[in-house]
Structure formats: structure tokens, C-alpha cells
């Protein structure tokens, strides 16, 4: 089945630690996206990539750094900078950058929680 | 900057009733929008699109109406089911931007 995962599911993260966030996808996506979501909230962009080896930030990029070495593959990096990382974890992928019908595949997400 | 939310947080339906869910948005140039349906714990599962050259589109069940005069965007759930219980998103964009999510609006089915 095509699809993309996200892993863990759950993962805590001790203050002062850096934790990455793998997202993987086997749909031949271009795009590939990062969303943080908030009890209650909706889902803000925190970087996104339309093609290999470029990304953008999105709206909240401070305190997180990504890579996009390979198609399939768009870890994120929760850095120490960022100083309130507890939240639900969301990747994506659409087709191209463009609007593909049907929008953006989404993962199931990680829950990060610092302790 | 521009943004996208929702009228009401939560909405209460009977079983069998139907549903409608509604969006604002502010940006005059957005052109695609979308509705996703998240389950707790899961991520967002696409229910329906729409491009703004159309004002409505039929899906299983689902209807989305677009007023461009207005900026608004609605979602139709015909004989709301227990499944049907999530919050929904809509989202938009314009061009080749990344999707702009709204907060959310919580569907609960009164059985």
C-alpha cells in the first residue's frame, strides 16, 4: 500500500535534547510538508519542500531544522532552540507543490512531549 | 498575514440530520480549497475539494459550496452518522503556496 509513516508515535524529549522526527513516503510525492498542531488548534506550516535538496520555512520555523537528501525521505529536527516543542507532530506530501487533486496525504503523526 | 477559520468551534447534530460546517476566509486570491476530517489521534484525511472557478461539488454524501462575494466556504455532511464525529478543517491556497489551515470546528453526532 502506498502511504507515508511517520515515526514514533510517541516521543519524549528531555530539555536541553535535540530529537528528529522521521517522515517517509512511498507515493512518488515531490512536495513534502511539516504542520505542528496544538490541543484546540489548527495546523500551523513549519517547513515544507517542493523538490529534493530545497525546502522553505513556513510560519514557525524557529527552533527546527529539516533535510531533503532523498524523495522519499523529510526528517525534522526539534532543536534545544525550541523552547516549547510539546505538540502533535503532522508530515505531508502532495503530487507537486501545485494543487494534485485530492490535496496532501497526511501521516499519522508524533506526539512529542518534554519531560 | 492572511488566514482561515471557522465560524463556530463546536457543532451537535442528531443522527440522521444533516450537517453544515462553516468556513471564512480572508485572502481574495486564494484559489483551492479543501476540507479535511481528523479523527483523535490521527492525521487529517481529505474529504473534499475545490477550485475556485466552481461554486459547488458533490462528494458522497458531502456537499462544498463557495461564495467568492463573501469568502466563504461551507461543508455539507448529508445524514450525519456517529462515524462522521471529528473536527474538521478547512484550508485554502493560492498558486504553489503551502495549505493555510483554519482552527478547526468539533462535530459531535447525538445518536
Known amino acids: 500500500d502506498g502511504g507515508i509513516t511517520q515515526s514514533p508515535k510517541y516521543l519524549f524529549r528531555k530539555e536541553g535534547q535535540n530529537v528528529t522526527l522521521s517522515c517517509e513516503q512511498n507515493?512518488?510525492?515531490?512536495?513534502m510538508y511539516w504542520y505542528r498542531q496544538d490541543p484546540g488548534q489548527g495546523l500551523r506550516l513549519i517547513y515544507y519542500s517542493q523538490i529534493v535538496n530545497d525546502f522553505q520555512k513556513g510560519d514557525i520555523a524557529e527552533g527546527y531544522s529539516v533535510s531533503r537528501e532523498k524523495k522519499e525521505s523529510f526528517p525534522l529536527t526539534v532543536t534545544s532552540a525550541q523552547k516549547n516543542p510539546t505538540a502533535f507532530y503532522l508530515c505531508?506530501?502532495?503530487?507537486?507543490?501545485?494543487?494534485?487533486?485530492?490535496?496532501?496525504?497526511f501521516g499519522s503523526g508524533t506526539r512529542l512531549t518534554v519531560v | 498575514g492572511e488566514s482561515v477559520g471557522l465560524h463556530l468551534p463546536t457543532l451537535s447534530v442528531q443522527e440522521g440530520d444533516n450537517s453544515i460546517i462553516n468556513c471564512a476566509y480572508s485572502?481574495?486570491?486564494?484559489?483551492?480549497f479543501i476540507w479535511y476530517k481528523q479523527e483523535s489521534g490521527k492525521g487529517p484525511q481529505f474529504i473534499i475539494d475545490i477550485r475556485s472557478n466552481m461554486d459547488k461539488r458533490q462528494g458522497q454524501r458531502v456537499t462544498v459550496l463557495l461564495n467568492k462575494t463573501v469568502k466563504h466556504l461551507s461543508l455539507q455532511i448529508a445524514a450525519t452518522q456517529p462515524g462522521d464525529s471529528a473536527v474538521y478543517f478547512c484550508a485554502e491556497s493560492s498558486g504553489n503556496t503551502p495549505l493555510v489551515f483554519g482552527k478547526g470546528t468539533r462535530l459531535s453526532v447525538i445518536a
Open positions: 505531508a506530501s502532495s503530487i507537486t507543490s501545485g494543487q494534485g487533486a485530492g490535496g496532501y496525504t
Open positions: 507515493l512518488n510525492h515531490d512536495a
Open positions: 485572502n481574495s486570491a486564494s484559489d483551492y
